[in-house]
């Protein structure tokens, strides 16, 4: 009986998790701690409703939403490292943050750039070295060839959003995307224009999203969508 | 019929284009201007009408025109029966199809045998496809492809795959929406090597078959080979013009809890230009909090630009799985300051973060307020958390009425969360009680016999203890070994307990034997309470020494850069001496060091454990 309450109730939860919410059932809904350990100090009288209550040792556990048992949640490891290609952990796309009101011109972003990698690798001349790309259109941010410990050295610059790993942006090529950025001067690639138009309006949507259908909110992507630009890498001059 | 003022032409196409733009006050003028010019009841307005109707989301509209409209052909039908299917509930077309059939006596077309065979994808009903499928047999459109293409999709829905490989087959010119709905029902149904067998023999291989192979891969479980399909994918020239192949593989890295693949994949989210999606970014929030890295979940959430109810549920829920009660609990009245119903799951995420940390007025307030307030029935997840809540704080007699009293029957997590608190609070009568239930529910759990034993051995019921070890002994080769793992981007190590690689192993040892020493110093006793076995104290010691999380930890200790957090995940709950151990090894090295257990993270800092030492 509780497993058919608890089948339908984690089947309510299923369809309304996305999918990477959901869990797979491993057996047992929860965890329950070793109570073989004592209490350590004298067991506090209940308290009253309006307290919090602490307990300071581990009691049962119950239910935890890690393991709530719906499908495909897998808690096995990995059988091996899976990398993108081009990611190497000395490549890194760095992405900062920039005020709308003014927004700032291209030189300016790209000064900004070369000044926050400046604080890190010593001088803007080394830092004009090691950036290797830059973008100020699909996004603000720019590529440099660093090490992994510097790389964490930027997070914490002003005005830095994200330092993320960077790999191939067009894979055939190896290529990492964006502007190339030679010798402190910014060299200018085609760029591939993402509208809203040329979405899949025309190419039928993979079929599956079941929680598309019962998700209360408006399903449809914001429009801001169409501003955004692919930077489709063509081979290099 | 007063002349036309307009020639039908363009009236048609405007009529399609506030369709597509789902503007109702266009659809309702255009309306309005075809009733004034007589044109409403010339085909084609009937139906583009109600089309345009339905697609504007005025579904009840669609409904009346088609009602009072004075001639229901094919076409009309068509329309409704497509509109409905698409509805919230799809089982309406069925209705309406068999009103088609008996009452007008419509014979229908492939386009409605299409439909009506989507409707019953949509509803998952094998039987009801089946029906489908025969009366398209028996009618003279029997050799229409693209029902057939249905069909195959249908089959592969409600996972009768062979019957699905039957139809394909019998098409003779497959186009590309059949490829990949084989393709896609393999691969969702767990049929992998088919399913690849099958994709390398299409034609053409787009993004959309790329994707249907993937998320069929995702959704019967294989993450693993989900990415490794992502990267084949890049390698061909496919272009990423959709975001839901990217949300699919994030999704999948959320899954393998590989936080640095994770991380590159934003890297390319970013790149490709989709910063804006807000799928994607419910997808990154997702990943992040489940690779244990809440503060990069909370930037990605912070930075989303329209956030809907998965949004900031994901949110909640991942804060209070990493101990940030006070976090889930403002966000969620951030929530609803923004106009967001919350779900079934937000409660679940906010009444778990209450409980862990005693916070029993305020989860008993949102349980009630659940229904009240929200008319969500509380399921039995939500009330083991409530007992949870209401047993870690001494609630016991209001948990116990709690237990008795809710409509579900309760399990072993319920019981279970129960006996610890009675135990706890030492009331032998109750515990003895409760032990007797839970033992009744033939628990599977190896620490519920623990639980249980120790709760009979207090209270005196010495043959219940050796039925217990009894039982215990027996669930003994069952138990799953305990492992961790630790990714740092170029490489990852899976530790097994009680065994290390080869290659680092004197590092390891020596590493753990120097932080002994020093932890020793500073007062840590080894806890061998947690060892199930019955073997020499000594012995037990070194078992725990050998824990795999403690391994996994000096791994990172040895090989990450020095200063970042070290990430480990653990299949297995983890144990009171492991938790101890590594407080005084984030205290001794500095570092901070999050695992993630079976049930939720824990932030070792300092000395301390985000969770309070209350897991």
């Given at each position: 009986?509780?497993?058919?309450?608890?089948?339908?109730?984690?089947?309510?939860?299923?369809?309304?998790?996305?999918?990477?919410?959901?869990?797979?059932?491993?057996?047992?809904?929860?965890?329950?701690?070793?109570?073989?350990?004592?209490?350590?100090?004298?067991?506090?009288?209940?308290?009253?409703?309006?307290?919090?209550?602490?307990?300071?040792?581990?009691?049962?556990?119950?239910?935890?939403?890690?393991?709530?048992?719906?499908?495909?949640?897998?808690?096995?490891?990995?059988?091996?490292?899976?990398?993108?290609?081009?990611?190497?952990?000395?490549?890194?796309?760095?992405?900062?943050?920039?005020?709308?009101?003014?927004?700032?011109?291209?030189?300016?972003?790209?000064?900004?750039?070369?000044?926050?990698?400046?604080?890190?690798?010593?001088?803007?001349?080394?830092?004009?070295?090691?950036?290797?790309?830059?973008?100020?259109?699909?996004?603000?941010?720019?590529?440099?060839?660093?090490?992994?410990?510097?790389?964490?050295?930027?997070?914490?610059?002003?005005?830095?959003?994200?330092?993320?790993?960077?790999?191939?942006?067009?894979?055939?090529?190896?290529?990492?995307?964006?502007?190339?950025?030679?010798?402190?001067?910014?060299?200018?690639?085609?760029?591939?224009?993402?509208?809203?138009?040329?979405?899949?309006?025309?190419?039928?949507?993979?079929?599956?999203?079941?929680?598309?259908?019962?998700?209360?909110?408006?399903?449809?992507?914001?429009?801001?969508?169409?501003?955004?630009?692919?930077?489709?890498?063509?081979?290099?001059? | 019929?007063?002349?036309?003022?307009?020639?039908?032409?363009?009236?048609?196409?405007?009529?399609?284009?506030?369709?597509?733009?789902?503007?109702?006050?266009?659809?309702?003028?255009?309306?309005?201007?075809?009733?004034?010019?007589?044109?409403?009841?010339?085909?084609?307005?009937?139906?583009?009408?109600?089309?345009?109707?339905?697609?504007?989301?005025?579904?009840?509209?669609?409904?009346?025109?088609?009602?009072?409209?004075?001639?229901?052909?094919?076409?009309?039908?068509?329309?409704?029966?497509?509109?409905?299917?698409?509805?919230?509930?799809?089982?309406?077309?069925?209705?309406?199809?068999?009103?088609?059939?008996?009452?007008?006596?419509?014979?229908?077309?492939?386009?409605?045998?299409?439909?009506?065979?989507?409707?019953?994808?949509?509803?998952?009903?094998?039987?009801?496809?089946?029906?489908?499928?025969?009366?398209?047999?028996?009618?003279?459109?029997?050799?229409?492809?693209?029902?057939?293409?249905?069909?195959?999709?249908?089959?592969?829905?409600?996972?009768?795959?062979?019957?699905?490989?039957?139809?394909?087959?019998?098409?003779?010119?497959?186009?590309?929406?059949?490829?990949?709905?084989?393709?896609?029902?393999?691969?969702?149904?767990?049929?992998?090597?088919?399913?690849?067998?099958?994709?390398?023999?299409?034609?053409?291989?787009?993004?959309?078959?790329?994707?249907?192979?993937?998320?069929?891969?995702?959704?019967?479980?294989?993450?693993?080979?989900?990415?490794?399909?992502?990267?084949?994918?890049?390698?061909?020239?496919?272009?990423?013009?959709?975001?839901?192949?990217?949300?699919?593989?994030?999704?999948?890295?959320?899954?393998?809890?590989?936080?640095?693949?994770?991380?590159?994949?934003?890297?390319?989210?970013?790149?490709?230009?989709?910063?804006?999606?807000?799928?994607?970014?419910?997808?990154?929030?997702?990943?992040?909090?489940?690779?244990?890295?809440?503060?990069?979940?909370?930037?990605?959430?912070?930075?989303?630009?329209?956030r809907?109810v998965?949004s900031w549920?994901?949110m909640v829920?991942?804060?209070?799985?990493?101990?940030?009660?006070?976090?889930?609990l403002d966000l969620y009245d951030k929530m609803l300051l923004a106009g967001v119903k919350p779900?079934?799951?937000t409660?679940?995420?906010?009444?778990?973060?209450?409980?862990?940390?005693?916070?029993?007025?305020?989860?008993?307030?949102?349980?009630?307020?659940?229904?009240?307030d929200h008319?969500?029935?509380?399921?039995?997840?939500?009330?083991?958390?409530?007992?949870?809540?209401?047993?870690?704080?001494?609630?016991?007699?209001?948990?116990?009425?709690?237990?008795?009293?809710?409509?579900?029957?309760?399990?072993?997590?319920?019981?279970?969360?129960?006996?610890?608190?009675?135990?706890?609070?030492?009331?032998?009568?109750?515990?003895?009680?409760?032990?007797?239930?839970?033992?009744?529910?033939?628990?599977?759990?190896?620490?519920?016999?623990?639980?249980?034993?120790?709760?009979?051995?207090?209270?005196?019921?010495?043959?219940?203890?050796?039925?217990?070890?009894?039982?215990?002994?027996?669930?003994?080769?069952?138990?799953?070994?305990?492992?961790?793992?630790?990714?740092?981007?170029?490489?990852?190590?899976?530790?097994?307990?009680?065994?290390?690689?080869?290659?680092?192993?004197?590092?390891?040892?020596?590493?753990?034997?120097?932080?002994?020493?020093?932890?020793?110093?500073?007062?840590?006793?080894?806890?061998?309470?947690?060892?199930?076995?019955?073997?020499?104290?000594?012995?037990?010691?070194?078992?725990?020494?050998?824990?795999?999380?403690?391994?996994?930890?000096?791994?990172?200790?040895?090989?990450?850069?020095?200063?970042?957090?070290?990430?480990?995940?653990?299949?297995?709950?983890?144990?009171?001496?492991?938790?101890?151990?590594?407080?005084?090894?984030?205290?001794?090295?500095?570092?901070?060091?999050?695992?993630?257990?079976?049930?939720?993270?824990?932030?070792?800092?300092?000395?301390?454990?985000?969770?309070?030492?209350?897991?």
């Amino acid at each position: 009986m509780a497993s058919v309450a608890q089948r339908r109730a984690s089947n309510l939860l299923s369809r309304l998790l996305p999918r990477s919410l959901l869990s797979r059932d491993r057996g047992p809904l929860a965890r329950l701690t070793v109570a073989a350990m004592e209490v350590s100090h004298p067991a506090a009288p209940p308290l009253p409703w309006l307290f919090v209550a602490r307990s300071k040792t581990t009691s049962g556990s119950g239910y935890s939403p890690l393991n709530d048992p719906s499908p495909n949640w897998s808690n096995r490891p990995p059988k091996e490292t899976i990398l993108l290609d081009g990611c190497d952990y000395e490549h890194w796309l760095i992405v900062m943050e920039f005020s709308e009101d003014p927004k700032p011109s291209e030189d300016e972003m790209i000064g900004a750039y070369v000044k926050t990698l400046a604080a890190v690798v010593g001088s803007e001349e080394e830092a004009k070295k090691k950036i290797y790309s830059v973008c100020t259109t699909t996004y603000t941010g720019f590529g440099a060839l660093i090490s992994e410990e510097l790389s964490y050295k930027v997070k914490g610059l002003p005005g830095v959003l994200w330092v993320l790993p960077d790999s191939y942006l067009d894979v055939p090529n190896k290529d990492y995307g964006g502007d190339l950025f030679v010798d402190g001067k910014v060299i200018h690639r085609p760029q591939f224009r993402f509208t809203e138009r040329q979405q899949t309006r025309t190419r039928p949507r993979p079929r599956y999203d079941r929680r598309r259908e019962t998700m209360q909110v408006e399903r449809r992507e914001p429009m801001m969508r169409g501003t955004s630009g692919q930077n489709h890498r063509g081979k290099p001059e | 019929m007063p002349p036309l003022s307009n020639p039908p032409q363009p009236l048609a196409a405007l009529l399609r284009s506030s369709a597509r733009r789902r503007d109702r006050t266009a659809c309702r003028k255009l309306h309005a201007h075809l009733l004034k010019s007589g044109l409403h009841q010339r085909p084609p307005f009937p139906s583009a009408l109600l089309d345009a109707y339905a697609k504007a989301a005025l579904l009840s509209d669609a409904r009346y025109l088609f009602d009072e409209s004075s001639h229901r052909d094919a076409v009309l039908y068509s329309a409704l029966l497509s509109a409905l299917s698409h509805s919230d509930r799809p089982s309406q077309a069925l209705s309406l199809f068999r009103r088609m059939v008996s009452v007008d006596a419509v014979p229908p077309d492939g386009f409605i045998f299409a439909t009506l065979v989507k409707t019953c994808s949509r509803i998952g009903s094998l039987r009801l496809g089946k029906q489908a499928h025969a009366q398209f047999l028996l009618s003279s459109f029997f050799t229409d492809d693209v029902v057939r293409s249905s069909l195959v999709d249908m089959y592969s829905k409600c996972c009768a795959v062979d019957d699905a490989r039957k139809v394909f087959d019998t098409v003779p010119d497959k186009n590309h929406v059949c490829w990949t709905a084989m393709v896609s029902g393999y691969a969702s149904n767990g049929r992998k090597s088919e399913a690849l067998e099958l994709f390398w023999q299409m034609p053409r291989r787009d993004l959309f078959a790329w994707t249907a192979l993937i998320s069929g891969f995702l959704q019967s479980g294989d993450s693993f080979d989900a990415v490794k399909l992502f990267v084949e994918m890049r390698r061909s020239e496919v272009e990423i013009d959709d975001s839901f192949v990217l949300s699919t593989v994030v999704g999948a890295s959320s899954d393998l809890a590989a936080l640095e693949l994770g991380r590159q994949l934003h890297g390319l989210v970013l790149a490709l230009g989709y910063k804006s999606s807000m799928i994607l970014g419910n997808a990154l929030v997702d990943m992040y909090a489940k690779c244990s890295d809440i503060r990069s979940a909370r930037a990605v959430f912070e930075g989303l630009v329209m956030r809907d109810v998965i949004s900031w549920t994901t949110m909640v829920v991942g804060e209070a799985q990493h101990g940030r009660a006070i976090g889930a609990l403002d966000l969620y009245d951030k929530m609803l300051l923004a106009g967001v119903k919350p779900n079934e799951v937000t409660f679940t995420g906010l009444i778990y973060a209450c409980s862990h940390a005693g916070l029993v007025q305020k989860g008993c307030e949102l349980f009630d307020s659940m229904e009240q307030d929200h008319g969500i029935r509380p399921s039995l997840q939500h009330y083991t958390c409530l007992l949870d809540l209401l047993s870690r704080s001494g609630h016991l007699t209001e948990a116990e009425n709690v237990i008795n009293s809710m409509p579900y029957v309760p399990d072993e997590a319920s019981w279970g969360a129960l006996l610890s608190a009675c135990k706890k609070q030492a009331d032998t009568p109750m515990s003895v009680r409760m032990a007797d239930r839970l033992l009744g529910l033939k628990p599977k759990d190896p620490s519920t016999y623990i639980l249980l034993s120790n709760t009979y051995a207090a209270a005196g019921k010495w043959d219940n203890v050796a039925s217990v070890r009894k039982l215990m002994a027996e669930m003994d080769v069952k138990r799953e070994p305990g492992y961790s793992w630790i990714d740092l981007g170029k490489e990852s190590c899976l530790f097994r307990a009680g065994e290390v690689p080869y290659t680092m192993r004197h590092e390891i040892i020596r590493l753990l034997n120097e932080l002994a020493n020093e932890m020793n110093k500073r007062g840590y006793v080894p806890d061998t309470r947690s060892v199930m076995h019955d073997v020499e104290e000594n012995e037990k010691e070194q078992q725990l020494f050998m824990h795999s999380e403690r391994l996994a930890v000096a791994f990172g200790l040895l090989k990450s850069i020095p200063g970042t957090t070290i990430r480990v995940i653990k299949n297995l709950r983890i144990c009171v001496d492991c938790h101890n151990v590594l407080k005084f090894i984030s205290e001794i090295t500095g570092r901070e060091i999050v695992v993630r257990d079976a049930n939720r993270f824990h932030h070792f800092e300092v000395g301390k454990c985000s969770c309070g030492d209350f897991w």
